[in-house]
């Protein structure tokens, strides 16, 4: 009987601890597709831009979405408006100072009221956002879609076998928070900038 119940004990300790452990999930894209959109529409020149260069890593537990944890960052010179020198501007030392700040991040540090129908979760999400060097607390509304079993299909290679998170969300900072020009051109350029992703981290199996 003793035996028994520590092989019980031990096996419950083990389903356990696999159940529990996330799935790391890397957002550098394979594809080279992951891309974020950011406006600052203004009363004189509406300004909308994409930032491709993405890294990062999101650790998600399907059966413990609120235990996620993880980073995103993005290159900071992978910004671009359709003029070319306004995007000169953009990336100049009077605005993101591209050189000195070579990164923008959000860092996750909880979620919040996760509700999951199916594969997608539902969830606000709360972190360190990091634009220009100054760093503040945000949240954002945030769906976690979890596909599993579908990295294969998305690279076209059915025989490798991961898994696929897509992260989406919105949310809008004031560029004057972040020492961007602060109370200056806002007929030019708003004083909010909006931003959205709906971005592929992959996991892939061995």
Same mark, same amino acid.
């Given at each position: 009987?003793?035996?028994? $119940? +520590?092989? $019980? ?8 601890? %696999?159940? *529990? ?18 406006? +600052? ?5 509406? &300004?909308?831009?994409?930032?491709? /260069? ?6 998600? #537990?399907? *059966? ?10 993005? *290159?900071?010179?992978? %910004? ?9 501007? $953009? %990336? ?11 990164? &923008? ?5 909880? +979620?919040? /009221? ?37 990295? /294969? ?10 898994? %696929? ?11 004057? #928070? ?29």
């Amino acid at each position: 009987m003793k035996t028994s $119940l +520590l092989t $019980l004990a031990a096996s419950l300790g083990l389903a356990g601890s %696999l159940a *529990a452990a996330p799935i790391s999930f890397d957002f550098k894209d394979p594809k080279g597709v992951n891309a974020i959109q950011f406006s +600052l529409d203004s009363v004189l020149e509406p &300004i909308a831009g994409t930032a491709s /260069g993405i890294t990062g890593k999101v650790n998600f #537990d399907p *059966a413990n979405p609120a235990a996620t944890t993880g980073k995103i960052s993005v *290159a900071t010179t992978s %910004l671009v408006v359709p003029n070319a020198l306004m995007n000169e501007h $953009l %990336l100049g030392e009077a605005w993101l100072n591209a050189p000195a700040h070579p990164a &923008i991040t959000f860092e996750l540090t909880r +979620l919040d /009221g996760a509700t999951t129908t199916k594969n997608v979760t539902s969830a606000t999400a709360t972190g360190k956002f990091t634009l220009k060097g100054v760093t503040k607390e945000i949240t954002v509304p945030v769906t976690i879609t979890y596909l599993a079993d579908a990295f /294969g299909k998305r690279i076209n290679k059915p025989e490798v076998k991961g898994d %696929l998170i897509v992260l989406r969300g919105a949310f809008s900072v004031v560029r004057g #928070d972040y020492g961007i020009q602060p109370g200056k051109n806002e007929d030019k350029v708003n004083t909010e900038i909006k931003l959205s992703l709906a971005v592929v981290g992959s996991a892939p199996k061995a």
